[in-house]
């Protein structure tokens, strides 16, 4: 059974298209991932989802209910944590969590028994007394997670859940959202992490400017792309170009791009390959830094369907931040 459906899910803001004609369907029990670079539209997609944001055009249905027609019964069969902090830290863990469950309607012997479940299961009931400003950001956001199932949804949509939280922190959610995930819970997840969509998702659908380019399990995402990753570095950023020029004309070279001083090259075979690209190189007299070889990632993925890598967009976004906060 499809718990999620939508077909040519637009959102318009103004002239930008954010989301942009999505068709995905999400089955029951699956934990299901957005991958794509900050503004992307993943934020918009969930957001309609969980009937926060009316659609442009386009239809989507949750457990069978129009996010238009009927959202209090979409909102009754999901739980949603956003990207935001939206705890109030001037109360205590239970004080949130109570204030969630009354919202909903919760009688008070269930909101009790549900605030004890949701506790131990994210392992903060040893914390639940404590006023949330005392607590860390790892902490909140396992909260955040606990808040979103206090009325037991069998959907939850999650927003970027481990966003700028330390590895260890995010390893921690990881094994919180699998924990969940295999008690039955149907997820839907945002990131622009790549290794968090491999690592938890069935299926990823690859979103960017709008546009689902790819969806897949991340096996064959990555199988799709077919063969090795080569990286090459030169001492002489000038010597670049004239690399790329002659790696394109060999047969063997599949794809080539250039980016951040490192050329990168899909070739069928790997170890077979290095050896011919050095004497290319050696007989264009270019001298090679480093070599190396790896399978596709997702990262990958990405460059193959946008020409383009996340981290770089990423990277981009976090410069024009900065640039705004100087001025
Ligand atoms: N309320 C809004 N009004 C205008 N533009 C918006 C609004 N919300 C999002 N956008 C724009 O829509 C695009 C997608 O945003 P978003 O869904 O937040 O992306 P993501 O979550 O993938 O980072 C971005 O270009 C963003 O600036
Ligand atoms: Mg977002």
Not at 68 to 85: K, M, T, Y
Not at 116 to 145: F, Q
């Amino acid at each position: 059974m499809n718990v999620i459906e939508t077909d040519g899910l637009t959102k318009v803001f103004g002239d930008l298209v954010a989301v942009d004609h999505a068709s995905i369907s999400v089955e029951k029990g699956e934990l299901f991932g957005l991958l794509g670079p900050n503004g992307a539209g993943k934020t918009t997609l969930i957001s309609m989802l969980s009937t926060t944001l009316p659609p442009t055009s386009g239809v989507a249905r949750v457990y069978g209910f129009d996010v238009l027609r009927e959202p209090s019964s979409v909102r009754a069969s999901i739980g949603v944590v956003f990207q935001e902090h939206s705890l109030d830290d001037r109360l205590t863990a239970r004080e949130n969590l109570d204030l969630h469950g009354r919202l909903y309607g919760m009688e008070k012997a269930l909101r009790r028994k549900r605030m004890d479940e949701v506790l131990e299961l994210v392992e903060l009931s040893d914390r639940a007394n404590d006023l949330v400003k005392t607590y860390s950001g790892g902490m909140m956001r396992r909260l955040e997670i606990a808040r979103g199932l206090m009325h037991h949804p069998k959907v939850l949509f999650l927003d970027e859940p481990t966003l700028g939280l330390d590895p260890q922190t995010r390893v921690h959610i990881w094994d919180y959202i699998k924990k969940l995930n295999e008690e039955g819970v149907t997820m839907i997840l945002t990131t622009h992490y790549m290794d968090e969509a491999d690592h938890l998702c069935d299926r990823i659908a690859i979103i960017d400017h709008g546009n689902i380019v790819a969806l897949d399990t991340p096996e064959n995402l990555k199988a799709k792309i077919r063969g090795d990753i080569i990286s090459l570095e030169v001492g002489d950023g000038h010597q670049m170009e004239p690399l790329k020029q002659s790696m394109i004309k060999e047969d063997f070279v599949r794809d080539v791009s250039l980016r951040n001083n490192t050329l990168r090259l899909t070739v069928q075979n790997g170890e077979r390959s290095i050896p011919p690209i050095l004497s290319i190189a050696a007989q264009s007299g270019i001298k090679i830094q480093s070599v190396s070889l790896r399978k596709p990632t997702l990262d990958d993925v990405f460059i193959h369907h946008t020409g383009r890598a996340i981290r770089e967009e990423s990277a981009s976004l976090m410069d024009r931040i900065k640039r705004r906060r100087r001025r």
